[in-house]
Every structure is written in C-alpha cells, then in structure tokens.
C-alpha cells in the first residue's frame, strides 16, 4: 500500500457523469458546479445555444461560446477543496456506446430529472448500465421553477422504474409560479426561492415546531404551511432515513428538489456529493480487485476519440486509472499486445488545448496517443498480467446494412470498419449465411459518422438500406450442442461480431421472446465483455 500524500490524493477525489435525458438539464447543472468550481469566469446563460446545442457535444458548445477551460471529454474543477472529474455523457444526437461505457468508469452518477416530465426512456436505459458496476446514484428533480408533478409521484415512478428506494432529502415547496423553496429535511432549513419580500435565502427552523403551527404561515402562506406539513409528516412515514452504506450499495437514491436554470439547490448538492459521494474505487480484474491505494499504477481504456483535434489527425485513447500513480515517462506494459511503452506524452484538455501532465492519480482521466494499437478495454499496468473487466460491448439498438457504390473496395471497407469498430464507433456483423455487412449502433448519428469518416479517411463511397432488425443478443450455453442445434435451427437470424462471438439479430421483440422461451438452455446477453 501507499504513502500518506497518495492517500490524501485519493481522499480529494470524486469521479462522476450526470445522466439525464436530453433537455432535463445536464448542461445547466454542468455550468452551474463549474460556476461554484470557478473553473469559469463569466455567469449567465449560454448564447445562441438553442440552434446550434445539436451540432457538437454539448461541452464543446460550452468551450467554444465562453472560452472556457473545460476538456471536451472530462471536466476538472474543484468544489471545497474536493477534485471533481466530471465525465461527459454524450447525450443529443451524438448519444452512443460511448454514452453507456463512459458510466463504466466513474464511481457515482448523478442522475437529473426534469420534475414536469418524470422519468424517460433515455434514463432508464442509463440507470440498467450502472447496474454493471452497481454505481451509487444521486438524484435531482430538476425546474421545480416551472410546474411539476406531484414530488410524491416523481418518487414513486423511480422507486417503479428505476428500482431504487428514495430518500428525499430536501422537500420542494410548491412549484411554478407559487414555487416558494425546499426545506432541507435533515439540516431543518428552508431556502427560499427568489424571495423578495423578506430578503432571506433561508430559515433554520430548529427553533420552531412543525409547519402547521402558524410560524410559518408569514413566509409561505397559511394553505402551503399546512399543506407542506402534511407531506412532511406522510414522507416521514413512508420513506427511511437517509444511510450512506446503502447508498454506496447502489440500494438506495438521495433525492434533491431544486431549480438549475436559477442556480438553486445546486450547492447543497454539491456539499453532499462531496460528503456522501465516495473516493476512487477499486475496480474488478479477471483475476483480482485492484485497489486505488495499490502502489503499482494500473488503468483501463474506456473510450477512444479520433480526429478530436483537425490539425492533429490523431485518436486519442482516454484511460481511467485505478491504482497507483501516473508520472511522465514511466513505463508501462499494454497488457493485451504484451508491449512496454514509454508513457512521456499524458495529457489533459485545457481550454481546448491540449496540456502535457506530470503526474495523475486513480480517479483521473488521461489522454494517450493511440496509433492504432490501443483498443478499448485495454489494461495497462507496471508488467502485472491482468485484465479489467466490466468495460463491455453493448448490445446495438439500431441496425443498417452497409454496401460500397464500388465493389472493388470491399477488402478496404472492411478494413475501415474494423477500425472504427475498435474505437466504439460501430459494432459490425457477418451473418453466418451470406456476405453482407450489417451495422449496429447505439445513437443514429453513428452512422452517418461512419460514412463520412470512410470518405474522408479511407476514400470509400459507402451507402446503407435498412434491415430488418430491432434487437441483439449474444448467444452463449454451458453445452457446445445446444450452441450447435441453435445454430443450425436459426442460421438467418445468427451472426458474427468482429471478436467472432455469436449474435442473435432479432426482427421483433416478439420473435426475440418466443426464442428465449423456446431455448431455456441458450443465454441471451444484452452486453459482452471486451
Ligand atoms: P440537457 O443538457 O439535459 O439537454 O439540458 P439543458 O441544460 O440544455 O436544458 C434544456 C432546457 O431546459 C434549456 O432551455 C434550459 O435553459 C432549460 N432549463 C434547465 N434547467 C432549468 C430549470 O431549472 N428551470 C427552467 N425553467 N428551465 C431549465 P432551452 O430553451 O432549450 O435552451 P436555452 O435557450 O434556455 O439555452
């Protein structure tokens, strides 16, 4: 184990992504902790952004408008003395694998709920990926400025659909125009909300009785005082107290009411992400945990970018490490191709530049050099054999079939493919009864990424035609005849990916249905590990 100072290192560390569903708020709440992180100079809201918040990844459009010094991938700023890495989670157009993987390598989630529309889709699917990991989940219930549902029905619809016990821990106070504030359940304390007419931001109730005493009928109103109470003393009843070990546990979600656009409710969850939210932790190898407090340094590739920068050309491959300590020019072993590399070049994203570092920690995030050689999932370590796991391929969500306008260049399509396969573009199959190429993807836009990037960089013409194809799974049994009656049984719908691991391309989710319960001996996987 290690020295004190790595130690405290470790201890001022907090690893996260925001998972939210598009427009829920996860831009705002971003600016706002970096407002409150200083890692921006101007306040206010973003200009212009309503037309052009598609075009890029959403913190590149923060970049780029203010000038700000954020990285494009992962964000640094520190909150009270704790350093926050702040993981993006594409999540417009550009939402893809990426989106899923990138919450493979944080230790907690926050999750943003828009408080009028409840849980969606796109947070549903988020939350089933950090089951993997079992993540710790922070909740916010976003724009209570504007009208909302019920706060009891929004809890109610997580503890249903998202499988988690609530723990409120502010209370909203109405919402929308007579939206007055929260009161903080555990600190006894209201906010208020913009509150002109007694120029307070808050009120330590420890001095007075309940809400339906009267006391507080000046600030709130006699109706919302005794409305309130009620559903304080009912939340009392029905929801448990709030308790870390479970939260770490992934069992239960502490819930916060506010308003990001107002920057309001922001800070105390700040404050208690850093009390409640844990340190880098270890992550599961094929033949052993490893510990951030471990003194050899060991990471993991969760994600890999190309041309991130025009004039650079470049792919850049974003390491997670889990233990030890980087510092430039140490060697390091690329486990999977069993090479030694001199690591002299890490570097961070600054204000859009690129900055050279001396020295990381576990919890960080660097940027590697990849010539091509590095996949995701790759493990680097001092010479240790190990290989994480947990870094998966997902099971695509949209399918096309890919065919060349010229046919020659059929070995160089593959080629390109395959490539941008290994970055996480793109999964590709070969069904098992012909030669066609058939694309899956996460996020649309992935294929449009795709014909482009083989333009300009492999000089292919490439066109799609839909297929019919709505869901994925990857076949696996204990019993080598199961697999090889299955095969047989249904060649037209199995394929193979480019790790020759067998697929299951479902034309419905009837057809999927009726073929698990017809082939209880068959497992059918939504992920598969690298
Ligand atoms: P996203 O990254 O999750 O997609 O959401 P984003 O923060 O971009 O917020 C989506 C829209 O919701 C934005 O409005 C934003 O201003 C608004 N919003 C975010 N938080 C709050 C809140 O607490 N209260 C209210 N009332 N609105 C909120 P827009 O009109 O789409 O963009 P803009 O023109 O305001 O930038």
Known sequence: MFNSNHEQELIKRRTFAIISHPDAGKTTITEKMLLFGKAIRISGTIKGRGNTKYAKSDWMNIEKERGISVTTSVMQFTYKNILMNLLDTPG????????????????????????????????????????????????????L?????????????????????????????????????VYHIYDKIIYFYKNKLFKKKFLNLKNFFNFSDGSLDKY???????????????????????????????????????????????????DSLIEWAPSPLYRQSNKRKVHPQEKKFTGFIFKIQANMDL?????IAFMRIVSGQYTKGMKLKHVRVKKNITVSDAFIFLAGDRISINKAYPGDVIGLHNHGTIKIGDTFTEGEEIQFVGIPSFAPEIFRLIYLKNPLKQKQLKKGLVQLSEEGTVQIFR???????????????????????????????????????????????????SIYKFKKKYSTYLAYDTSNSLIYLAPSTANLNIVMTQNSDIIFNKIREQ
């Open 431 to 481: 069904p098992i009864l012909n030669n066609n190429l058939i694309l899956g993807a996460i996020g649309i836009l992935q294929f449009d990424v795709v014909i482009e990037r083989l333009r300009l960089e492999y000089n292919i013409d490439a066109i799609y035609k839909k297929v019919n194809i709505v869901l994925a799974r990857w076949i696996k049994s204990e019993n080598n005849h």
């Open 311 to 315: 004039k650079h050309r470049d792919r």
């Open 145 to 181: 400025d504007r009208d909302s549902r019920e706060p009891i029905e929004i809890l109610d619809q997580i503890e249903k659909e998202l499988k988690f016990n609530c723990i409120p821990i502010n209370w909203p106070i109405s919402c929308g125009k007579n939206f007055k504030g």
């Open 220 to 270: 709130i109103g006699k109706d919302l005082a005794i409305h309130i109470g009620q559903e304080l003393e009912l939340i009392t009843n029905v929801y448990s107290e709030f308790n870390k070990e479970n939260f770490l546990k992934s069992i239960i979600t502490p819930v916060f009411f506010g308003s990001a656009l107002s920057n309001f409710g922001i800070d105390y969850l700040l």
């Open 92 to 143: 417009h157009q550009d939402f893809s694998e990426d989106t899923y993987r990138i919450l493979t390598a944080v230790d907690f989630c926050l999750v943003v709920i828009d408080a009028a529309k409840g849980i969606e889709e796109r947070t549903k699917k988020l939350i089933d990926v950090t089951r993997i990991h079992h993540t710790p989940i922070i909740t916010f219930i976003n724009k």
